[in-house]
Nanobody, 127 residues
Framework: QVQLVESGGGSVQAGGSLTLSCAASGYIYSSYCMGWFRQAPGKEREGVASIYNPGGSTYYADSVKGRFTISQDNAKNTLYLQMNSLKPEETAMYYC????????????????????WGQGTQVTVSS
């Protein structure tokens, strides 16, 4: 069982940047997917970005391509999400997730397939 702890959320003005971190502990499989999801008030949770291992292939939702970057530091067992040009509608609770997914499921960010979830970190973007 993997444990995930997010950090780095906060308040920022529209157009600003934030970097979220997700520290992972516990058993990390040799083949796994990690992802970032977000849930705004009154809306369903949506996948934002994911990264598949081995190899580190990255996948993004169309709405964040070119603005968000998912990355990992394997030595630190930490996942990151660099978010630039943030928009007010991206105000949400951001969650880190991990699981033993096939590459296609990782690309699709199949939420039900992720077995481990963090507690979330709040991101607020003001206009």
């Amino acid at each position: 069982q993997v444990q995930l702890v997010e950090s780095g959320g906060g308040s920022v003005q529209a157009g600003g940047s934030l970097t979220l971190s997700c520290a992972a502990s516990g058993y990390i499989y040799s083949s796994y997917c990690m992802g970032w999801f977000r849930q705004a008030p009154g809306k369903e949770r949506e996948g934002v970005a994911s990264i598949y291992n081995p190899g580190g292939s990255t996948y993004y939702a169309d709405s964040v391509k070119g603005r968000f970057t998912i990355s990992q530091d394997n030595a630190k067992n930490t996942l990151y999400l660099q978010m630039n040009s943030l928009k007010p509608e991206e105000t949400a609770m951001y969650y880190c997730a991990a699981g033993r997914l096939e590459r296609l499921s990782c690309l699709r960010r199949d939420e039900a397939s992720f077995g481990g979830w963090g507690q979330g970190t709040q991101v607020t973007v003001s206009s």
